[in-house]
């Protein structure tokens, strides 16, 4: 449901407007969507679109944090402040820009975090339907979680906005689908339980997570069938309970035994990420 609505500003200062939504059951469980003054309301298959949007929504807001991700390495990631819709670059580039923020919750209150600047190349663009937020978040979720896999993100106490690409190397045009990273069904079973051991058994008092988020299936370069069987395949091997609709799930006790080796992952993650000093360099010895 809407709880209320506000005129808001973009980075240019052009005018939005910014729609609290709530979960009717729940309605302590909310989100902002904000949207230009420029969305085209009038277009079915905008409309069709901003309603699969929704549908999405209301199943994450379900979860104890509806804004807390998991990298492939292991990183629970919370993802905040991104100011929508995309705005033209002010740097003269040929880019449209998206400014965010991404924290890491480890259950310990750490202060690393990256601001983010999430470049979309023109060419990119002309997929995307529009640059505003029910068409574009998912995606650019999914690149900040890929760039922080490839080791192209640094979590710091404090420091400037990061560069994200986003280019045509996150798409395949003859699939006409997003590509991030090929996984195999044991890569999806051990992603989706580091998600219930963090999102549920460490940051989220052991209620349960949504474990068929679309988001995820586009992230692993899978579908939300093939993650309902790893899903189940996690409760055979007695590491998950299933909820009744089975699309959530809590970890059992047999999954929060191995706290040592998602920690060790964790420290594993943030030594990948942390720039890397050349001590050759130090003594004057280069190849220039």
Do not use: C
């Amino acid at each position: 449901m809407v709880v209320s609505s506000s005129v808001g500003q973009d980075f240019s200062g052009n005018p939005t407007t910014r729609f609290m939504l709530a979960l009717v059951a729940d309605q302590s469980k909310t989100q902002v969507l904000e949207l230009s003054d420029k969305f085209d309301f009038s277009r079915a298959d905008m409309l069709a679109e901003v309603g699969v949007y929704l549908g999405e929504t209301a199943k994450r807001l379900k979860n104890p944090q509806q804004d807390y991700y998991l990298t492939l390495h292991g990183l629970p990631l919370s993802f905040e402040k991104f100011t929508w819709p995309f705005h033209a670059s002010t740097s003269g580039a040929d880019t449209f820009l998206v400014h965010g923020e991404v924290h890491l919750q480890d259950g310990e209150g750490s202060p690393l975090h990256a601001k983010v600047a999430a470049s979309m190349t023109v060419t990119f663009a002309e997929i995307v339907k529009a640059p505003e937020q029910p068409f574009s978040e998912g995606f650019i979720y999914n690149a900040v979680r890929k760039t922080m896999d490839q080791g192209q993100l640094e979590l710091v106490k404090s420091g400037n906005r990061q560069p994200v690409p986003v280019t045509t190397r996150f798409y395949s045009p003859w699939k006409k689908r997003f590509n991030f990273n090929d996984t195999t069904e044991g890569q999806r079973q051990e992603f989706l339980a580091a998600k219930v051991f963090w999102l549920s058994g460490v940051l989220g008092d052991g209620k349960p997570v949504w474990l068929l988020d679309p988001r995820d299936a586009q992230y692993l370069n899978s579908t939300v069938e093939e993650l309902k069987k790893t899903t189940a395949a996690l409760a055979g091997e007695g590491l998950i309970h299933l909820a009744a609709d089975t699309e959530y799930a809590t970890p059992t006790e047999a999954l929060m035994g191995h706290r040592s080796q998602y920690q060790a992952e964790l420290a594993h993650a943030l030594a990948f990420i942390k720039p890397t000093f050349n001590e050759d360099m130090r003594s004057g010895h280069t190849n220039m």
